[in-house]
């Protein structure tokens, strides 16, 4: 989604915004922007361009910008009009510029308006009714707050904006609803603006999560917050110290790196939570299971898969009703809402709009609230009652690996301590799911050989017709993920599907050159779902068989070691999905991290 940033000072300020965007290049955006004003002169220069920064740092390198000034800057991820120079940010007035995510609904009410006024349009998008809501108020009241203060009021919608005009040079106005913005100052009285923490680590030490509905402007060494026309005192908050997290680490793309690496995640994820034969979340209260006999999980793409799969844990281990939502079909539904639910949101981002309207329609429901969410500060976070944080670290890969691995370890360990409370599972039972959730660890440890046997393997999968992933149980949500896997950086057509329904339909579509990636569990259902992909073998389709059992019938066959949990197959089977996707698209040239037309951060719906 798009990414903002902001800076206020004598910094050079071209280098400043572009290496702030691209600390949120990971978000995913079509083109970019910046605008510079210097105080003195008042002249504001500007650079637009389509594609990767790297166009934008070519078409500004003979400009710099040196003393004290203002700069916005803009990453943009289309949603009304395509990526092009004139749609990129910043939008101009006669004298002002601003940067927006996020999106205006109303801003076709607005454009008739200020047309019928004699404005004239350049771009297609919604964001440049604010620049000239803005001018046509300053026209009238000839006061630069006021116009921003009016202008802000009359618009309907999410947005994070930074403005900047000629009729205040040393100045930035901002404002804050439903998409993130944060404001630091530096100790020398710099003020920066970002979507996110990482391009301000370094410049300052603390800084502001704006709340929805706040506004304000800042100057050089001071900001002052606005909310329904009344100062307010936000709180202030540490920022993080570490910008190390974006080094790729010798591995050729952040997917790779973050495959690698969730076996120590999944470390720090259990660290203090498994202590003496029990599960311990510090964060949460066990109140939050009184009274509660259903259990609603909400989430969009990958923590929907990882949601459905807890479902499975939910129903079976904690004994308790378990049903999972999509949150953009959540959101429109008027679900009927028992109050004694409790409502799982699950999110990597934090910010994904759908999510978040959800974990609203929840929470005025008067639904006990819990997030299990990556980004801590993040929407999510703040808005929901209880928050389990998933420490996965930053992901920057926009196909999510990492993430879902320890969202799903996150909602077993929840599925355990809930078990626990309601007293429905013995301690034997308990000690067995203990010993599994230590043990993932090890399963998503990738073993010598096996990433250059699908490297090897990968190429046969480069010219069918398309995918289908198929598993039974948990395993049905795993071939979901995998499939979304593949299809989003390989842009291969892939389907994943619960085995015993393929002889519902899908079947129809097998050929030699239909690939069916199986999940052969040995301790879930392996004879069932054997038979579904004999079925499939019977009907000359090309099969890869992942499983602890040999099976001859399978073109392909990767062997995972013998567990004795399901959960410790599934992750083991997680891993290799994931690489699966990663050579097929590595083989394709395509990039791998910024996936074309994805976003890592869904901020709109
Ligand atoms: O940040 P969130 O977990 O809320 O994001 C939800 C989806 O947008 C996300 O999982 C998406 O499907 C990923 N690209 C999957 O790899």
Redesign the pocket.
Known sequence: MCGIVGYIGNKEKKNLIISGLKELEYRGYDSSGLAVMDKNSKDINHFKAVGKLSNLEEKTKNFNSYGFGVAIGHTRWATHGKPTEINAHPHIGKYSFVTHNGIIENYKEIKQILEKKGVKFISQTDTEVIVHLFENFYEDTKDVFKAFEATISNLVGSFAILLITKKAPDKIFFAKNSVPLIVAKSSSGEIIFSSSDAPIIGLADDGVYLDDMTYGVASFNEINFFQNAKTINPAIKNLPKDKNYAQKEGFRFFMEKEIYEQSTIITETLMGRVKENEIYFEELDDDVFKNIDEIIMC?????YHAALAASYLFERISKIRAKVEIASEFRYKNSFLNKNSLFIV????G??AD?LEALKIAKNAGLKTLAICNVDNSSIVRLAKNVILTRAGIEKG???TK?FATQVLTLWMVVLKLAKYKKVISNNELENEIKALLNIPKAVSIKDGLQDKIYRISKHYLYGHGFFFIGRDIFYPLALEGA??LK?ISYLHAEGYASGEMKHGPIALVDERLFTIALLPKTTLYDKTKSNVEEIVARDGFVLAISPDEFDLADDFIKISTHDHPMCEFFEMMVILQIFALEISIRLGNDVDMPRN?AK??TVE
């Open positions: 989430a969009c793409g990958t923590s699950i999110s990597q981002s910010e994904t999510t926009v196909a999510s993430a979304l896997k989003e994805l951060s869904v």
